[in-house]
């Protein structure tokens, strides 16, 4: 079979073609990307960034997961602050949304506790907020009928109450059982994953109300993207600037709301009244292409001053703390195996049938 489908690479050679515009570059560009150089902040400030990483392990009869978090504060200083666990999550369709959504919860506390704990005057993420916002609610299991009958504002307010205590890990889990949330046959472990998925994503959403009281200190930083609005080309915009242009500099700056569509079991009217300020930016001639968000409506000079402040700490283009942080949080296969050889966790995958 490998032999045919190397005949079949070598047949298709080069069929992945650049692309060839369908107008002349030069004129999309004009007034939406701008070179200029990028200069540092001299103002005092300190700065933080955080990222989260999960992994997992199937099994026969479970999964074992591992997440986790990391915000690194600079304020002369390194500081590091974390939180994370280990869990074992039956086979649901939707395990990868809900490691996301535990990944983000400890995301979330880690840079809720570098702004209020340590004061931090910037607070960098990696990735969109308004891109969370935009998916807030979850896609891959219904909400059971016992949860929805109980999302009224007592368990937000009992929600509210655990987690202005609990600074660490996931509290949905307590709540959940508890107020007896949940009441099915031991054997229906799915149906306690939906549970646990829609629970989380009510804590998820509390605590990005909380962080977005600071919003004046959040910056969102993303490498990728798949918005195409700026150019409305066949291609993203990041990729596009990433193509076809090389100097340092920015684009336009645009202004953008969360979809009036987009559903929210608490704080609707809090977030859809949200306005991001969303551009582009190269740091350093011939490096990546950044998309910066911030949830809120920035002057010109207010983007300038917060593009000046990312650069004072980056390098080769990229904000040196959020890429010490991704390089720190990741769970690599290697530590998995180390996780479950600590944790006694032993048992056959069926992979062992593949090499009789």
């Given amino acids: ?60 009869t479970t999964n074992f997961c591992a997440v986790g978090a990391e915000s690194i504060i600079y304020d002369g200083e390194i500081k590091k602050i974390d939180d994370s666990d280990i869990f074992d999550i039956s086979h649901v369709t939707f395990l990868d949304e809900l490691l996301s959504t535990y990944m983000a919860i400890y995301e979330l506390k880690c840079g809720l506790r570098a702004i209020k704990e340590y004061g931090a005057d910037y607070y960098m993420f990696d990735g969109s907020i308004l891109g969370d916002l935009q998916n807030a609610f979850p896609r891959g299991a219904k909400l059971p009928i016992k949860l929805k009958d109980n999302l009224d504002d007592s368990l937000l307010a009992e929600f509210e109450r655990r987690l202005s205590v609990r600074k660490y890990g996931l509290v949905f889990p307590e709540l959940r059982d508890s107020l007896k949330l949940m009441e099915l046959p031991k054997e229906d472990v799915n149906k ?3 549970y646990n998925l829609h629970l989380a994503a009510v804590e998820k959403i509390i605590l990005l109300k909380e962080i977005l009281q600071f919003r004046k200190r959040i910056i969102s930083i993303s490498k990728t993207s798949s918005d195409n609005e700026l150019f409305n080309w066949n291609i993203p915009d990041i990729a596009f600037l990433d193509k076809f242009t090389k100097k340092q500099g920015m684009t336009i700056i645009k202004y953008r709301n969360v979809h009036e569509n987009a559903p929210f079991q608490y704080f609707n009217d809090f977030f859809k009244s949200l306005t991001f300020t969303v551009f582009y930016v190269r740091l350093q001639d011939n490096k990546n292409v950044l998309k910066v968000e911030l949830p809120y409506k920035a002057t010109k000079e207010e983007v300038f001053e917060i593009i000046r402040k990312i650069n004072v700490l980056s390098v080769q283009g990229y904000p040196y703390l959020l890429n010490k942080a991704h390089n720190d949080v990741v769970i690599t296969g290697g530590n998995m195996k180390e996780l479950m050889k600590i944790a006694k966790i032993y048992e056959t995958t069926n992979r062992e049938v593949m090499s009789w």
């Avoid at 069929?15 to 701008?34: C, G, H, N, T």
């Avoid at 902040?41 to 026969?60: C, H, Q, R």
């Fill in 192 to 194: 306690t994953e939906e």
């Fill in 1 to 60: 079979m490998l032999n045919s489908l190397y005949e079949k690479a070598i047949a298709k050679r080069g069929f992945i073609r650049e692309v060839a515009p369908e107008k002349d570059i030069d004129s999309q560009l004009e007034y939406k990307w701008f070179e200029r150089p990028i200069g540092e902040s001299t103002k005092e400030f300190s700065i933080a960034a955080g990222d989260g990483s999960f992994n997992k392990k199937k099994f026969l």
